[in-house]
C-alpha cells in the first residue's frame, strides 16, 4: 500500500533540496563572477566589478528555487508493502 509522505519528511526533504540548491547557487555565482571580470575590460573600475558582483548573486536564489521545484517535482508516495 501507498502512502503520502508526511510533514516531517516533506520537511525534510525541502530542507535538503534547499541546502543542495543554495549550494549549486554559489558554485554558479562564483563562476559567474570570475567570467564576467575575465571578459571586462581591463583596467577594472568599481563600478564594474560591483555591478558583475551583483549579477552573480542573483544565481544564488535562483539555485534554491531550482532545488525546491526538483524537490517537489520528484516527490513520489511511499510504498510500505502491504
Partial sequence: MKRDLNEA?????KS????FGFILGCIAAVLALG???????KPLQPMT???AALMAALNVPFGIVLG???ERMTRQRI???G
Fill in 9 to 13: 519528511e516533506i520537511d525534510v526533504r
Fill in 16 to 19: 535538503a533540496a534547499g541546502r
Fill in 35 to 41: 567570467i564576467e571580470l575575465f571578459i571586462a575590460s
Fill in 49 to 51: 566589478v560591483l555591478t
Fill in 68 to 70: 525546491l521545484l526538483g
Fill in 79 to 81: 510504498d510500505d508493502g
